[in-house]
């Protein structure tokens, strides 16, 4: 399991997600990004910033 807060990237954001993958998290990011924080296009750098953030379910 992985896991992201988005307060990481977003201060004061405190979302946080869990999911079996990488690939899981960002998708989870990604719908996140668009509800809550108005985004239509999410730019590679920050999908960069999240990928590197994401980290071992502990």
């Given at each position: 399991?992985?896991?992201?807060a988005c307060g990481d990237v977003v201060?004061?954001?405190d979302a946080t997600f869990e999911?079996?993958?990488d690939e899981g998290i960002l998708d989870l990011v990604?719908?996140?990004?668009?509800?809550?924080?108005?985004m239509t296009d999410?730019?590679?750098s920050l999908?960069?910033?999240?990928?590197?953030?994401?980290s071992p379910l502990v």
């Open positions: 399991m992985k896991q992201f201060p004061g954001c999911a079996e993958s990604a719908v996140h990004a668009t509800q809550d924080h108005g999410i730019p590679a999908i960069d910033q999240v990928t590197q953030r994401i």
